[in-house]
């Protein structure tokens, strides 16, 4: 076991070091009565139904287990069951919250929670990327992905949460306006740098507009794509120009110019905060649409989870996608294209948020199909997508071996997807994704690369 992990609480990993746990510390009243506030509808404005009812209603059939990859990845090991994870949480609702458990626990399956139980619950919530793929096919309509979120919400709550998440996400994208920290200078210097490159790759300058006030679309990337996904920031920056609309990025000096919004993992007063400061931002700037660039967690965020915090009255702005912006134009005749110049195969991995549960999954087919001659499909796509393991903030999680976690179950499946292909290019619309595909390629030494859908788009306009 790695060093980092002062002991063994649930299996041979650690997602949260003894500092964030704190196992020396009673921490079960304390999770019950913050359990007992997510059960009541009026403190639980997001899934307070489906919660409710994913609680009380399983009829363990195992449809959902035949479907999960960290499951199957892992050789159907019983711990990483999708039942056996929430059934963790059910037990303590059954045990303290419900008549029959007060008073016949052993009727009902129920069982007293203890530190111990307590440690092993908090890392088991973070061996999921809530993909939902197990929603789709439970004959019931139960959302393990929602227990599993509900149970970290009740986690942070009591101050249990990772300090990938937390302390150096949420916490500091509203302290310095993004998660990585970068302050204004040293933004302005990189989107310097990004024109400089365009201009040498290219052989054309461009002017890539920033804090411009009243322009038509406001572009927020992930802003850790500046630092490890350049390539994905310019070519949107190109497409943009090509399709000459009056756009612009955003500085600190603005207010938070990150789309990403960790609280979609693990905490709804985190959500709100960040998502607060996305509509204030965007209100400073006088935007009319807020597009979103390619991170799936971000457009679910913006798009939908939206609505059930800020009325429509408060945010005078449409939210979009960059690849509905980036289909459209193609189809419009407004940006043209030569595929190719994108000759290598490529294959699309479908990213769980914009996909199952955002619906956008013709529009990047579209695009990679306008502008590159060999398209290939991975088995299965759209709905049914394999989660690469980068989700619900993995990609960011490395220490206790969290790594080799990732790579030997949902990494592995998906490497297996990818070799099936021959693709030598896999595109990605998720800074998430393409961080673990990153690992992914350089865990499984495969012969290809990975590749943002506005970089290649980028790559194959005609000007």
């Known amino acids: 076991m790695c060093a980092v992990a002062a002991q063994k609480v649930f299996d041979d990993y650690r997602v949260l070091p003894d500092e964030a746990l704190k196992p020396g510390e009673p921490r079960v009243e304390k999770f019950l009565q913050a359990m007992r506030k997510s059960l009541q509808q009026k403190e639980n404005w997001t899934f307070w139904l489906p919660y409710i009812l994913s609680l009380d209603t399983c009829m363990k059939c195992g449809t959902c287990a035949e479907v999960c990859p960290v499951y199957q990845a892992t050789g159907r090991k019983e711990i990483y069951h999708p039942v056996y994870r929430t059934d963790m949480l059910r037990k303590i609702y059954k045990r303290y919250f419900t008549l029959p458990g007060k008073l016949f626990p052993w009727l009902v399956g129920a069982e007293d929670l ?59 994208q509203l302290q310095a306006g993004n998660a990585t920290g970068m302050p204004t200078a040293a933004f302005l210097d990189m989107v310097e740098f990004l024109e400089d490159e365009i201009e040498e790759t290219r052989g054309y300058r461009i002017k890539i507009p920033v804090d411009k006030e009243g322009a038509e679309y406001l572009l927020m990337h992930n802003a850790g794509d500046y630092l490890a996904f350049a390539e994905t920031v310019m070519g949107a920056a190109e497409v943009m120009h090509a399709a000459g609309v009056d756009w612009t990025l955003n500085s600190p000096n603005t207010g938070v110019n990150d789309a990403v919004n960790y609280g979609v993992f693990y905490s709804d007063v985190e959500f709100s905060a960040v998502i607060k400061a996305h509509v204030e931002t965007a209100r400073k700037l006088g935007i009319k649409k807020l597009v979103v660039g390619e991170c799936g967690h971000a457009f679910e965020a913006l798009k939908y989870l939206i609505l059930r915090l800020i009325p429509p009255e408060e945010r005078p702005f449409e939210v979009m996608s960059i690849l509905e912006l980036e289909d459209q134009w193609i189809r419009e005749g407004r940006i043209k294209v030569d595929p190719q110049k994108n000759p290598e195969p490529v294959t699309f991995h479908d990213s769980c948020k914009l996909g199952r549960l955002g619906g956008m999954f013709e529009e990047p087919r579209r695009i990679l199909k306008a502008c590159c001659p060999d398209f290939r499909e991975m088995t299965p796509n759209r709905e049914m997508s394999l989660c690469c393991g980068g989700g619900s903030g993995f990609a960011i999680m490395e220490k206790g071996g969290f790594l080799k976690f990732r790579m030997e179950t949902y990494g592995r499946l998906k490497a297996e997807q990818l070799k099936a292909t021959g693709a030598k290019v896999v595109a990605c619309a998720c800074s998430n994704c393409k961080a673990q595909f990153r690992e992914i390629i350089n865990y499984h030494k495969l012969p290809m690369r990975y590749a943002g859908v506005s970089e290649l788009l980028a790559n194959a306009l005609v000007r």
Do not use: F, H, M, W
């Not at 061996?127 to 019931?140: A, E, K, L, M, Q």
């Open 114 to 172: 203890t530190e111990e139980k307590l440690n092993a619950l908090a890392e088991n919530v973070y061996r999921c990327t809530i993909c939902r793929r197990c929603s789709y096919v439970c004959p019931v309509a139960i959302d393990n992905g929602v227990i599993v979120r509900e149970a970290r919400k009740i986690l942070d709550a009591i101050d249990i949460a990772p300090d990938e998440l937390k302390q150096k996400g949420t916490r500091l």
